[in-house]
């Protein structure tokens, strides 16, 4: 097990891996409408998301056929900012396009 040691003032502490605690994931989720086209939301996917295009593609076909699909999973802040980035994105482009966050179980 490694350990880290930290240094405050004079005193020092030790803290093993397993006393660090990964914060919690959030899925983004991007939501069909009858406006958004299929290569606004694969446009999307590469840009904000960093995916490839089959991997865009197949997520956008999840959202098409079930209404919503997972585009990542990301600590709170950069779900957040990733769910922004999506609404001025498709604001700028006209596209109602819906982006949420939900919390990984």
Avoid: W
């Avoid at 350990?3 to 989720?29: A, C, F, M, W």
């Avoid at 001025?88 to 919390?103: D, G, I, M, V």
């Amino acid at each position: 097990m490694a350990e880290n040691t930290i240094s405050h003032q004079g005193e020092t502490e030790t803290i093993s891996r397993d006393q660090v605690q990964e914060p919690p994931l959030y899925k983004v989720l991007l939501h069909n409408d009858d406006y958004t086209t299929m290569d606004f939301v694969v446009m999307i996917l590469e840009r904000v998301f960093g995916k490839d295009v089959e991997e865009a593609t197949r997520i956008m076909l999840n959202v098409h056929n079930d209404g919503i699909g997972v585009a990542g999973l990301y600590p709170r802040e950069i779900a957040e900012t990733k769910v922004v980035t999506v609404h001025r994105l498709a604001k700028k482009s006209q596209f109602p396009l819906r982006c949420s966050l939900e919390k990984d179980s």
